[in-house]
Structures are given as structure tokens and as C-alpha cells.
């Protein structure tokens, strides 16, 4: 990314603080099966997070359902798969299990990308669509109304760069008919 295509830290703040502002927001409208997606990431997240785990040690999902049900979990490689999906809700228990399995902390399933990065729903993205439209229209008739500040100020000074240039011009024809 050039230098030209980094936001500035108060564009990134109030970016961050607009999309915070639209989560609250989400968060009080719609019913509860709505509101519920949101806490369904985390399940989506880890599921990607235990399927990271699994091929990054280049196990089946057999395998990691055969090592499950030595720590006591009856769960099938059907089960495991489901839960790299986000399709089957987890137990504390079963989500300890996992990490052990995988000799991980048990809140290093939690690690990474956070809420931040949950999916807004589609209307949530035409709206923070719209208001990036509208500060990008403020942001051009600002700029727009700068240029002509800029405008008006060197057309002034022209002016009074040729006014100065004429009465120092008057001043030597005076000086050269005095002599005269």
C-alpha cells in the first residue's frame, strides 16, 4: 500500500468509531434472532480457528474426532466438521477439549481477529456506504471551496504585484522628466 492509499489515524478513528457506533445500533434493532448472529460469529471463528489447527498438523478430521473421544467427547468425524462450519453450537467443555488437543491454551481459540471483524449485515454496509459518500462529497466541497480561497488570493496578489510594477514604473518616468 502506497503512502497515498493509507488513511490517516483520524480517518482509521473515525472509521473504527463509525462501524462501533453501527454495531450498537445493530445490536438494539431486529429481534433476538438477529441480534444472535452476532454471538454466532464466534462459533464461525473458532471453527475456522480448530480447522486452521487441524491441517496446519496435516490431521483428518478423523483423527482429530478419534483424539476428541480419547479425552472422553463422543464425537464423529461428521461432529468435527460441523464445527469448522460454525453449524454446530459448542460446550465450554468440548471447545477446553480442543485446545488440549491441539496442546493450546484454552483461550487460544479465542486469539485473533476479534468482534471487529464480524460481518455486517447488508444494510449495515449501504449505510456506511452512504455516510463514506457523504464525507467524501464534504470532503471535495472543502477542497473545492479551498481552491477557490486559493484562486481569489493569487488573483489579488497578481493584481497587486502589476499595480506595484505600474506605480514603480510612473515613479521612474517622474524621476526621468524631473531630471530632464
Do not use: C
Request: aromatic share 8%; hydrophobic share 35%.
Amino acid at each position: 500500500m502506497s503512502d497515498t492509499e493509507r488513511s490517516s489515524p483520524e480517518t482509521d478513528r473515525t472509521l473504527l468509531d463509525l462501524l462501533q457506533q453501527m454495531r450498537k445500533t445493530e445490536m438494539k434493532e431486529g429481534d433476538a434472532a438477529e441480534r444472535r448472529t452476532v454471538f454466532e460469529w464466534w462459533e464461525k471463528a473458532f471453527g475456522q480457528k480448530v480447522r486452521q489447527w487441524r491441517k496446519a498438523r496435516d490431521w483428518s478430521q478423523e483423527y482429530l474426532a478419534e483424539q476428541l473421544n480419547l479425552h472422553g467427547f463422543d464425537i464423529h468425524q461428521t461432529t468435527v466438521a460441523k464445527i469448522e462450519r460454525g453449524a454446530r453450537p459448542l460446550r465450554v467443555s468440548e471447545a477446553v477439549a480442543l485446545a488440549a488437543v491441539f496442546g493450546m491454551p484454552a483461550l487460544s481459540v479465542f486469539y485473533g481477529p476479534g468482534p471487529e471483524q464480524e460481518p455486517m449485515s447488508e444494510q449495515k454496509m449501504r449505510e456506511l456506504m452512504e455516510k463514506l459518500e457523504e464525507g467524501a462529497r464534504h470532503a471535495q466541497e472543502q477542497l473545492e471551496s479551498a481552491a477557490k480561497h486559493v484562486a481569489y488570493y493569487e488573483a489579488q496578489r497578481a493584481s497587486m504585484a502589476d499595480a506595484i510594477n505600474r506605480a514603480a514604473l510612473e515613479a521612474d518616468r517622474d524621476d526621468d522628466t524631473s531630471e530632464a
